[in-house]
């Protein structure tokens, strides 16, 4: 059974910073491209940042363009998302997601892409 936890949220004054950890057990991670996605309060969940099964591919969203960034260490199973400059419209419960995938076309930003999930992590900034 394939697990993901999410750790690292928190509340930030805007401008700061922070990082976000998902580690993922009970599968072949090396195996995963990986995804993080998250719904802030009355809004549908939305696409944030992918990465493929080596981490040598990335995508981010426009929003996170520039101030966020998806890394990964397979040998920790371990999916990162660290967030520079955030600001208020960024709070939202960030989620992890896992894609068994290692093809060419490994990217995809539509949730049901994504078999497996975290609970979800809260992330606040103030203004």
């Known amino acids: 059974q394939v697990q993901l936890v999410e750790s690292g949220g928190g509340l930030v004054q805007a401008g700061g910073s922070l990082r976000l950890s998902c580690v993922v057990s009970?599968?072949?991670?090396?195996?995963?491209?990986m995804g993080w996605f998250r719904q802030a309060p009355g809004k549908e969940r939305e696409f944030v940042a992918a990465?493929?099964?080596?981490?040598?591919?990335?995508y981010h969203a426009d929003s996170a363009k520039g101030r966020f960034t998806i890394s990964r260490d397979n040998a920790k199973n371990t999916v990162y998302l660290q967030m520079n400059s955030l600001k208020p419209e960024d709070t939202a419960v960030y989620y992890c997601?896992?894609?068994?995938?290692?093809?060419?076309?490994?990217?995809?930003?539509?949730?049901?892409?994504?078999?497996?999930w975290g609970q979800g992590t809260q992330v606040t900034a103030s203004s």
């Open positions: 997601a896992a894609r068994s995938y290692r093809g060419t076309y490994w990217f995809k930003a539509q949730e049901y892409e994504y078999a497996y």
């Open positions: 009970g599968g072949t991670f090396s195996s995963y491209a």
């Open positions: 990465i493929n099964w080596s981490g040598g591919a990335t």
